[in-house]
């Protein structure tokens, strides 16, 4: 295995509601110091308190955690696992895998800076 957890940080989570703009406006009215880093009809994402935190339609992407890694190791994970990456329209690659008891993990990669 060429990874270790030095490769591997939280990135973050991402919730499934109806309304994009809606659920970024409940966030910033309830909780103090929320950042928006984007906002559309498809996709929100803020922060706070240094936690990221998605929102996403239910019939674009599952709820889900998501882990970063670098794009050798997002290529060797894929590769070992069969899975199919993903680009995104922000320059993120991503793939999805099912963990325990369901719950869906996004592994992605950033852009090289």
Excluded: C, N
Aim: proline share 6%.
């Amino acid at each position: 295995m060429t990874g270790s957890l030095a490769d591997v940080r939280f990135d973050h989570v991402a919730q499934q509601v109806p309304d994009i703009g809606a659920a970024i406006a409940w966030w910033r009215e309830t909780v103090p110091g929320v950042r928006v880093l984007h906002e559309d009809p498809t996709w929100g994402l803020i922060e706070a308190a240094g936690v990221k935190l998605a929102f996403v339609l239910a019939d674009q992407h599952p709820g889900h955690l998501a882990w970063r890694v670098d794009g050798d190791e997002l290529e060797r994970l894929a590769a070992a696992g069969g899975h199919e990456i993903r680009p995104h329209r922000d320059g993120t690659r991503s793939f999805y895998v099912e963990g325990p008891g369901g719950q869906a993990v996004e592994l992605i990669a950033y852009p090289a800076q």
